[in-house]
Every structure is written in C-alpha cells, then in structure tokens.
Antibody, heavy 115, light 107 residues
Framework: EVHLLESGGAFTQPGGSLRLSCAAS????????MSWVRQAPGKGLEWVSL????????HYADSVKGRFTISRDNSNNELYLQMNSLTAEDTALYFC????????WGQGTLVTVSS | DIQMTQSPSSLPASVGDRVTITCRAS??????LSWYHQKSGKAPKLLIY???NLQSGVPSRFSGSGSGTDFSLTISSLQPEDFATYYC?????????FGQGTRVEIK
C-alpha cells in the first residue's frame, strides 16, 4: 500500500525558512515524479512544485519561484521542499503527491507563518 | 495556465439524491482529469482518475465522464458520508490546476 508521510511543518515568522520532508513507502519511489500541493486555511488546492523521477527537471508555481526548492533522495525514498523567505501567504497544509495516473496523497504537514 | 471551473459552488442535497458536479477546462486536458472529495482538515481522497476510472475501493455510486474540456462527476444515490467538498484537477499540463471546489451540503 502506498504511504506518504510529511513532516517538518512548524510555526515561523515572516522571512523565515523551513524544510519539509515526505517519506514514501509501498511503491518504487524512483519510478515516479513527485509534487507538493498546498491548501491555505479555508481555501482550495494549489499545486506548488514538481520534480522528475531522476531530479533532472524541477517546476514551480509562480507564487513560490525563487523562494522554494524541491529535491529528492531516491536512495532513502524521501522528497523535500526547502522554503525560504516565507510570508503569511505561505501559511497552508502542505501535501506530497505522486505524479501518477491515480495520484496518492500524504496527510499533510501544517506550515504557519505569522508575526 | 489551464483554468478549471466547477459548478455549482454549493449544492444542497438530501440522502438518496442523484447529484452531478461539472468541471470545465479553459483548454483541452484530454482525459487527464481527476476528482477528489475532501473533509475538513483531511487529505483529498481520490475518487476518479483519467476522467472516468473509479479508484480502487471507491463505491460504485461514484462515476465520472467527459473528455477534452467538459467533465462531470455523478453520485447516483448520495450517502451521509458523501457530504464534503469536491474538487476536479487536471494533470495534463503543468502547472496542475484545480477547480475551486463544490461543497455538497445537507439540504
């Protein structure tokens, strides 16, 4: 069974940094591109970033370009999101998602940015 | 970016009702469309992928149809656990984009 477990969410001040992690199990992680999707409180779903299966390409939403960096470690089945220069607009529940025909989602990790 | 427009935004309904939610893409996404439902604070749950394929374990009262730009999700007989918010999502082109959501609520 596919399992994705996000961690690293926390409370931080504007301008701060956080690194999210997603531990994958139950499937061959290195065969799939992976994405981060977020959901601000009471709002809809927003795709944030995608990394190809061998890390040769990365893609970002305009709202995070230049501030967030996606990466992965296929030897340890881990996905990461380094988030810098955080603002209140980045406050959200962050999900890792497989880039597959039938996407699998983790349960999310909460990032709160506030002064 | 491809815009996904769902309708209605809110859908009051009763247990046993047949309900249909529509999703329109601003350009063709072929059949690369998924449907999810979500309860507050939880991860979205995949119901339908590739426009009409029922995800394993999802009850057969859920069905999806459409291709290109126009899609629909139908629940043949609404059950108490189906009151939730529903989202469509295209994964044909980056950035992936989602509909704004349809809240199915008790009438």
């Amino acid at each position: 069974e596919v399992h994705l477990l996000e961690s690293g969410g926390a409370f931080t001040q504007p301008g701060g940094s956080l690194r999210l992690s997603c531990a994958a199990s139950g499937f061959t992680f290195s065969n799939y591109a992976m994405s981060w999707v977020r959901q601000a409180p009471g709002k809809g779903l927003e795709w944030v970033s995608l990394i190809t299966k061998n890390s040769d390409r990365t893609h970002y939403a305009d709202s995070v370009k230049g501030r967030f960096t996606i990466s992965r470690d296929n030897s340890n089945n881990e996905l990461y999101l380094q988030m810098n220069s955080l603002t209140a607009e980045d406050t959200a529940l962050y999900f890792c998602v497989t880039d597959s025909t039938a996407p699998a989602w983790g349960q999310g990790t909460l990032v709160t940015v506030s002064s | 970016d491809i815009q996904m427009t769902q309708s209605p935004s809110s859908l009051p309904a009763s247990v046993g009702d047949r309900v249909t939610i529509t999703c329109r893409a601003s350009q063709s996404v072929r059949n690369s469309l998924s449907w999810y439902h979500q309860k507050s604070g939880k991860a979205p749950k995949l119901l339908i992928y590739d426009a009409s394929n029922l995800q394993s374990g999802v009850p057969s009262r859920f069905s999806g149809s459409g291709s290109g730009t126009d899609f629909s999700l139908t629940i043949s007989s609404l059950q108490p656990e189906d009151f939730a918010t529903y989202y469509c999502q295209q994964n044909d082109n980056l950035p992936w984009t989602f509909g704004q959501g349809t809240r199915v609520e008790i009438k």
